[in-house]
């Protein structure tokens, strides 16, 4: 639907229809129905994807490094520690933020971040919160 690849759409539709209640009824013709269509859609993106890199490398300059804005970083502390210390799953929504906040400075503030968001990831919510505590340090809160 959001490729408008309407011919790669119905084809995939066909092949599911032969496959529902677990029967294998669709023919060799859909097959390479699919076949085609998925093969048309794939050359169009890599050809998209083609241009937007070569525009990319025409515009790419080089970013200002980002700067440790303090009050945001505390303000995400003070969202995030009620989630961690609870064990609340809802903290893996802040990971974004974590990173973009928190990982803006070389040392060990980036370190704890980065060991931060890890443990997010691996569900390490008691682990996390001991990290959480060393950043919170670290912002003198």
Known sequence: GLLGAEKLRVAAYDIELGLANGKVAFTDAQMNTFYAALKEVLGRLEAQGARADAVAGESAT???????????AVALMNK??????????EC??????????????DGERDLLAKQLVKQLEEYEFEAAN????????????
């Open 80 to 89: 995030l520690d009620p989630l961690l210390k609870s064990g609340n799953v």
């Open 92 to 105: 893996l929504d802040f990971i974004n933020e974590i990173s973009e906040t928190l990982s803006v400075a």
């Open 62 to 72: 080089t970013p200002e490094p980002a700067k440790f804005d303090k009050e945001r």
């Open 130 to 141: 001991e990290s959480a505590e060393k950043i919170r340090v670290f912002l003198e809160m």
